[in-house]
């Protein structure tokens, strides 16, 4: 095993996602399926590295009429018959995204649909169809990169079936895990009907061995967290979902690489977004994107009042109940917020019945909106994440990159990019341990102290902004990794 980059000949990665971005997006995983495979182009300049990614053809995609190109049909056995799909392709920023077509996936529109069995056939027949590209490409894969449950068949199928007159003959494979939770509950029925056998894994609990995600757990070469603080929490009661015991049985396989951000993607001095750009040179330009956002809202400006934001996806995850109520713990002192995203609508209320409570104070936007995120990000100064668990989190390097704090909970990724002026050095942020709204408002207190304090603001404003998250460490930690994969097998 090596922790060096070395040279590689010719090494052909096979990334499949549920979404990718800029094709398709509707959360984290979108963004790092998009972002990663260019990180590793340019590492490499592509000239040993080939990187071919595939995603379904959703319906949503295909209403963008993209000038894509025919690849082939394809077919897939099923009980009592086949089921038959297309093959498109389209090149962006240098990359070749395949696109999967097929009744399983045409039948509902939205990425994914409230219907978990008709989700289930839909990805595992587009993880199916994902093992015939390199055979139909003649393209020698030798990585196959998987990410959550949605590709996990992918890999324990390949395990199962090895073929020798593939394509995929040496195929490695990796998994990422974005979420471990979601393990693809309801796919039982599309397995048997694809002719995908459970795993066989004594080592799984029983429940599990007909799940995607713990079945490609099982049988992957390697499994990846997406921050190494995560990579240890699922080996724990607290966050490995009963897997823990069976991960476990498999530690010496896992590691955690903490995701990227596009610093270009993401940058207050050119992002066409936001009202007025700035740079760390020119902090005080953030301040007529306060101005401009609140009036926007109609909020007052009023000068020490900080305003705080959250931007997610409305789930019991982001700890969004813990938000609400540890505001309603400090609302006698001064403070803004206003909160955007879209989700479970019970949590989507409790948002709209605190800025009935307190209209002078509060905004829900109950919308998915990048660019008002985008604005959003510009104009504020605290960040809100009080998650119940983060894998990652990508929203606090965002709001970073725009020198806006997070008051977050010590979990996952949260701890890996993240310091907190309370362990010694300046931090760029404010982290609590406890899942509990008072322990959040207490921080929360503890952010406003130091917003009060306008020195202190701005050099932990300035360090926040001056923080690398760019993928590119963490992308030479995936190609050493593939790298070592490749070694191993020969
Ligand atoms: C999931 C996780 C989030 C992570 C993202 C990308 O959405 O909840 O923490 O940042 O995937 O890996």
Redesign the pocket.
């Known amino acids: 095993m090596t922790n060096e980059l070395h040279s590689y000949d010719n090494l052909h990665v096979l990334f499949i996602a549920a979404e990718a971005d800029p094709l398709v997006k509707a959360?984290?995983?979108g963004?790092?399926a998009g972002s990663l495979p260019v990180a590793l182009n340019n590492i490499d300049d592509g000239k040993n590295l080939e990187i071919k990614i595939a995603i379904p053809f959703y319906n949503s995609i295909k209403q963008k009429n993209l000038p894509v190109t025919k690849v082939s049909d394809f077919e897939i056995d099923i009980i009592g018959g086949k089921v038959s799909g297309e093959i498109f392709s389209i090149t962006i920023s240098n990359l070749s995204f395949y696109l999967i077509s097929g009744e399983p996936i045409a039948r509902f529109d939205e990425t994914y649909s409230s219907d978990f069995r008709s989700d289930a056939e839909k990805f595992v027949f587009f993880s199916l169809a994902c093992l015939q590209l390199p055979d139909i490409l003649k393209w020698r894969c030798d990585i196959l990169h998987a990410h959550?449950w949605h590709t996990a068949v992918a890999i324990h199928h390949l395990k199962m079936n090895r073929h020798p007159s593939t394509y995929l003959e040496n195929t490695q494979t990796v998994i990422?895990v974005?979420?471990l939770p979601f393990m693809g509950t309801g796919s039982e029925d599309a397995l048997r009907q694809y002719n995908v056998t459970p795993s066989r894994n004594k080592n799984l609990p029983a429940w599990a061995r007909e799940l995607p995600l713990p079945m490609g757990l099982a049988a992957a070469d390697q499994i990846v967290a997406?921050s190494p603080t995560?990579a240890k929490e699922i080996l724990t009661p607290e966050f490995g979902c009963d897997l823990q015991g069976f991960l476990q049985t498999r530690q010496s396989k896992v590691t955690g690489i903490l995701?990227g951000i596009d610093p270009e993607l993401w940058n207050p001095s050119s992002d066409p977004a936001i009202f007025s750009n700035f740079d760390s040179s020119h902090l005080d330009e953030k301040l007529k994107n306060k101005r401009a956002l609140l009036k926007e809202f109609q909020l007052d400006f009023e000068e020490y009042t900080p305003l705080a934001i959250m931007i997610t996806?409305m789930d019991r995850?982001k700890g969004i109940d813990i938000a609400l109520e540890g505001l309603r713990m400090i609302n006698d002192l001064p403070w803004q917020t206003i909160l955007l995203g879209t989700g479970d609508k019970r949590l989507e209320q409790e948002c709209k019945a605190l800025e009935q409570e307190m209209p002078e104070k509060v905004r829900a936007i109950i919308t998915f909106d990048t660019d008002l995120s985008r604005r959003m990000y510009a104009a504020a100064d605290i960040m809100m994440m009080p998650?119940r668990y983060?894998?990652?989190?990508?929203s606090q390097m965002f709001a970073m990159r725009y020198g806006c704090l997070p008051v977050a909970r010590a979990t996952?990724?949260l701890v890996d990019s993240i310091t907190d002026p309370k362990t010694g050095s300046i931090g760029p942020g404010f982290l609590f341990s406890r899942i509990d709204p008072r322990s959040f408002a207490q921080t929360m207190k503890r952010a406003f102290d130091a917003y009060c304090s306008s020195s202190t603001w701005k050099s932990m404003q300035l360090e926040a902004m001056s923080r690398d998250f760019s993928w590119q460490r963490s992308a030479e930690q995936y190609l050493i990794l593939y790298q070592n994969l490749i070694n191993q097998s020969d």
């Open positions: 959360g984290g995983l963004d790092v959550d990422t974005h979420n997406v995560y995701n996806r995850q998650s983060e894998p990652c989190g990508l996952g990724g």
